[in-house]
């Protein structure tokens, strides 16, 4: 994994981690979150492709699913987390359930619901990619996020861990934390 200062030297000064512009810090933290993710997605695209051969919108339902143990999530649910139309839910989900990668079954006392896991073949391709997954974000976020933008972000998150550095009391309450769940967690 590269450390995320081997390219600090290399990143132009931020121009949205400077209070001097129009933006309050916390739409000039969001513009840098925007930024991250879109180098993330645009580098995880082609491993995601190579190694799962899947669309990256597949990978993030599986994702939601993989953290899920032993469960699965209405089909509702997962529109909603991943903020896309239910119509364009269904052809991923049949896409994935077509390569055997997810199951689908009705929910219990709901004639209109449906339910989706993940399969066992899915949660092995998951875990055997899961290091070069890992490196692949971890590689695309020290390129793009330097001490302008990771002090930016400080901003919107003001329990984000510094190194050395031990998170406020608000980053350690779990019951302030949020995952893709529906919970939150401060990134370690």
Known sequence: MADPEEHAHDLPECPSAQASGLLPSELRAWMIVLAAT??????????????????????????????QPGEGLRMTRVAEL??????????????????????????????????????????????????????TVTDALAQVMGPDQRDALRGLMPGLREEGREPSAAGTDPAARTSPRGAVGTPD
């Open 82 to 135: 991943l903020g896309r139309p239910k119509t364009r839910l269904t052809y991923q989900i049949a896409c994935l359930q077509h390569a055997g990668l997810v199951t689908r079954k009705s929910v219990c006392g709901d004639k209109r619901g449906v339910e989706v896991a993940l399969t066992d073949k899915a949660r092995r391709l998951l875990r055997e990619a899961s290091d070069e997954l890992s490196a």
């Open 38 to 67: 879109g180098a993330v997605e645009q580098r995880l695209r082609s491993v995601v492709k190579r190694r799962l051969d899947i669309s990256h919108d597949e990978f993030l339902v599986l994702c939601l699913l993989a953290e």
